[in-house]
């Protein structure tokens, strides 16, 4: 049976940051399923599909081809082999992403491809359903989560280190809105599971945040 550590928590609360540090650490392969429906959501922009036109989005669903790479020890993002990493963190994507996720065809088939990934791996995987319902045995349950203001700081420091400018008050009005997206959604909302580790890392460092979330996983494997 694979190792599974789910970690889910709002944008920004710096779940893909510690996912990877200490997917790398552990030996664990870090899977990032936000930026799976950000990909989704971007061959509808490319493609011209809308959001109500079911069909086309079912033909997609089929054909669609996203792969996550590491490539000289950074993660890329492939959609039909174009790398899209940088493209699926633009404003164009962030508008639409939250509501790609809920529609509920979407949604399935990218469960289905997150739990095929976590049959045979030890995985530890990014986003906000994992513990609720992708992996509900998951073996460590942890929810991140950060003050929004601290998120959007933390967006706009990481999209500046991608080369993209988007302005805080622009990043913490989107935060709010798919906060509110998120959590409110009848498909799979935004929601701690009952057995999983809270951690508010609004005043704590990535390493502080890694080393606990180190420790647990140590604890767990010791038992
Ligand atoms: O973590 P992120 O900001 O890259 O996620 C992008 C969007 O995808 C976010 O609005 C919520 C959604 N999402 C989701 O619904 N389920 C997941 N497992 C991961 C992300």
Known sequence: MAFIVAIDGPAGSGKGTVAKLVGKEMNLLNIDTGAMYRCASLYMIKNKISLDNLNKIADMLKYIKIEQKNVEGTERFYLDDEDVTNEIRQKSVNEIVSQVSHIPIVRERMVEIQRQMGKSTDVIMEGRDIGTNVFPNADIKIYLDATPEERANRRVKQNLENGICIDYDEILANIKYRDNNDKTSSVAPLKQAED?????????????????IINIIKDKKQN
């Open 196 to 212: 999983a580790i809270y951690i508010d890392t609004t005043s704590l460092s990535i390493e502080e945040v890694c080393k606990k």
